[in-house]
């Protein structure tokens, strides 16, 4: 089902399943109308569905990703692109290793480089080089974080370092062997770097999203909720499961 709310687009799935492969469908789209899209990629478990999808399509011909160029939203700092927790290894696992984009169209801030200014500076002047993203696919933490946005009292603009919430360290325990082993910072595309992007598509799944996403949605725009800013994006598309999807649906509908 779509829905519309403002300026927002909600598609509601009824499983995680059919979440990934909407959220792959529109992503293939988009490569099939411009073959050299620039595209946002997330990490996380919600989008992991989507590229087992996208693998499959690309298996069979389905769509090419030899002209598109890739940046990822974060990266664990300091860490090494090898270490089985970084992003860029995820990124292998998940997806690169099975398609054809190239390796030299692949960006993910460089977490082992020293200089955190010069890592951050670099990715925002390559995004800009590039006329910017075209497609920006996004995760929602429970606390409302986009890339590694946490809540704060403003909104950080450009790609900076982070200190991962309590929350965030809680939430992403699970990948580690001890939630002392999970970093306690990052290197984030901002708030800034998100807005400017072309098209958004975020994706959640599961009742634990279900009250950040109606926050985001239809809540106050803050940095507290720092998805809530995605209201003021001229083109957000929010793909839902049931489960996350249930409390903005009752608010939308009363
Ligand atoms: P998750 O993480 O997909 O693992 O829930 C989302 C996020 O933190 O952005």
Same mark, same amino acid.
């Given at each position: 089902?779509?829905? /519309?709310?403002?300026?927002?687009?909600? !598609?509601?799935?009824?499983?995680?399943?059919?979440?990934?492969?909407?959220?792959?469908?529109?992503?293939?789209?988009?490569?099939?109308? +411009?073959?050299?899209?620039?595209?946002?990629?997330?990490?996380?478990? *919600?989008?992991?569905?989507?590229?087992?999808?996208?693998?499959?399509?690309? /298996?069979?011909?389905?769509?090419?990703?030899?002209?598109?160029? *890739?940046?990822?939203?974060?990266?664990?700092?300091?860490?090494?692109?090898?270490?089985?927790?970084?992003?860029?290894?995820?990124?292998? /696992?998940?997806?690169?290793?099975?398609?054809?984009?190239?390796?030299?169209? !692949?960006? !993910?801030?460089?977490?082992?480089?020293?200089?955190?200014?010069?890592?951050?500076?670099?990715?925002?002047?390559?995004?800009?080089?590039?006329?910017?993203?075209?497609?920006?696919?996004?995760?929602?933490?429970?606390?409302?974080?986009?890339?590694?946005?946490?809540?704060?009292?403003?909104?950080?603009?450009?790609?900076?370092?982070?200190?991962?919430?309590?929350?965030? &360290? +809680?939430?992403?325990?699970?990948?580690?062997?001890?939630?002392?082993?999970?970093?306690?910072?990052?290197?984030?595309?901002?708030?800034?770097?998100?807005?400017?992007?072309?098209? &958004?598509?975020?994706?959640?799944?599961?009742?634990?999203?279900?009250?950040?996403?109606?926050?985001? !949605?239809?809540?106050?725009?803050?940095?507290?909720?720092?998805?809530?800013?995605?209201?003021?994006? /001229?083109?957000?598309?929010? &793909?839902?499961?049931?489960?996350?999807?249930?409390?903005?649906?009752?608010?939308?509908?009363?």
């Amino acid at each position: 089902m779509k829905h /519309q709310y403002k300026n927002m687009t909600i !598609i509601v799935k009824n499983d995680y399943d059919n979440m990934g492969k909407k959220a792959a469908r529109i992503l293939a789209a988009q490569v099939t109308i +411009k073959p050299n899209s620039i595209l946002g990629l997330a990490t996380g478990s *919600t989008p992991e569905g989507m590229y087992k999808k996208l693998v499959k399509m690309y /298996q069979k011909d389905e769509v090419d990703f030899s002209e598109v160029t *890739t940046f990822n939203l974060d990266e664990y700092y300091p860490i090494n692109a090898s270490n089985k927790q970084s992003y860029a290894y995820y990124m292998q /696992q998940h997806f690169f290793k099975y398609v054809n984009v190239k390796d030299e169209a !692949i960006n !993910i801030p460089n977490s082992s480089m020293k200089d955190i200014n010069l890592i951050c500076e670099n990715y925002e002047e390559k995004i800009r080089a590039t006329g910017g993203i075209d497609l920006q696919i996004l995760g929602i933490g429970n606390n409302g974080h986009i890339g590694f946005n946490e809540p704060d009292v403003h909104f950080e603009s450009e790609t900076h370092l982070v200190t991962l919430d309590e929350a965030t &360290i +809680k939430a992403n325990a699970r990948f580690f062997d001890k939630s002392q082993n999970v970093p306690k910072l990052a290197i984030s595309m901002g708030i800034r770097t998100i807005m400017q992007t072309k098209k &958004i598509v975020l994706l959640a799944s599961g009742a634990n999203k279900a009250q950040i996403i109606c926050d985001t !949605i239809t809540g106050v725009i803050t940095p507290k909720v720092p998805a809530s800013i995605l209201q003021l994006h /001229q083109d957000v598309v929010f &793909i839902l499961d049931k489960e996350a999807a249930s409390k903005v649906m009752d608010r939308i509908n009363h």
